[in-house]
């Protein structure tokens, strides 16, 4: 990993203020980050890493989130949808529970490397839905970005998709944990402007 892109990396994490031992997971978690998404792309032909650092950004600098082990689940949230090899590399660097969390992050089709099929999406909402707050506030970070980066994907399908899950289940899902903390309420507030954005522009 380049001197440039840990640099980066680490600034986006905020690591200045962390204790010593946090800032060498944190290095740690860059490193494992950037060998597991190098070389892959999203829909919109963009590096897959940019995703990840711009949810980092936006649990910090939008959620309020400071707490390091939240910021780094944020860094490495799509590793085993990615790479679902890459969890004995997480395991091994970051340690086993660090590796489940990501695990009860990431669908089922995903981690089992086979095509979505029927019942997927049902069984991912549970899964979803029954994450403990810290997990759960990462995936409506992970979303949030996802509905702001849809105006660079040219997949018609997709944005739509990405709209009525946003209206169907990540908007009430987040309205029902958002007395949770602070940063759930947050997070619902910016998932909801979202969907006045998103209703504005299909209204004629």
């Given at each position: 990993?380049?001197?440039?892109?840990?640099?980066?990396?680490?600034?986006?994490?905020?690591?200045?203020?962390?204790?010593?031992?946090?800032?060498?997971?944190?290095?740690?978690?860059?490193?494992?980050?950037?060998t597991i998404y190098t070389?892959?792309?999203?829909?919109?032909?963009?590096?897959?890493?940019?995703?990840?650092?711009?949810?980092?950004?936006?649990?910090?600098?939008?959620?309020?989130?400071?707490?390091?082990?939240?910021?780094?689940?944020?860094?490495?949230?799509?590793?085993?949808?990615?790479?679902?090899?890459?969890?004995?590399l997480v395991s091994h660097?970051?340690?086993?529970?660090?590796?489940?969390?990501?695990?009860?992050?990431?669908?089922?089709?995903?981690?089992?490397?086979?095509?979505?099929?029927?019942?997927?999406?049902?069984?991912?909402?549970?899964?979803?839905?029954?994450?403990?707050?810290?997990?759960?506030?990462?995936?409506?970070?992970?979303?949030?970005?996802?509905?702001?980066?849809?105006?660079?994907?040219?997949?018609?399908?997709?944005?739509?998709?990405?709209?009525?899950?946003?209206?169907?289940?990540?908007?009430?899902?987040?309205?029902?944990?958002?007395?949770?903390?602070?940063?759930?309420?947050?997070?619902?507030?910016?998932?909801?402007?979202?969907?006045?954005?998103?209703?504005?522009?299909?209204?004629?």
């Open positions: 990993m380049a001197t440039t892109d840990l640099s980066h990396t680490l600034t986006t994490l905020g690591t200045t203020a962390w204790p010593a031992r946090e800032r060498a997971r944190a290095r740690v978690a860059a490193e494992v980050a950037f070389g892959h792309t999203r829909d919109q032909g963009t590096p897959y890493f940019q995703h990840p650092l711009a949810v980092v950004a936006i649990l910090r600098h939008e959620l309020g989130v400071t707490q390091p082990e939240t910021l780094l689940l944020g860094l490495l949230h799509d590793a085993l949808e990615v790479d679902p090899s890459a969890e004995a660097q970051l340690g086993t529970p660090f590796a489940e969390r990501l695990r009860a992050m990431t669908p089922e089709h995903r981690l089992e490397q086979r095509p979505k099929a029927p019942g997927d999406e049902t069984r991912w909402r549970m899964k979803t839905a029954a994450l403990p707050a810290e997990e759960l506030l990462v995936r409506l970070a992970d979303r949030i970005h996802n509905l702001r980066d849809l105006a660079a994907s040219q997949n018609q399908e997709r944005r739509r998709k990405f709209v009525r899950n946003l209206t169907d289940f990540h908007l009430p899902l987040a309205d029902a944990a958002r007395r949770l903390s602070p940063h759930l309420e947050a997070a619902h507030t910016l998932l909801n402007a979202e969907y006045v954005h998103h209703q504005q522009e299909v209204s004629p």
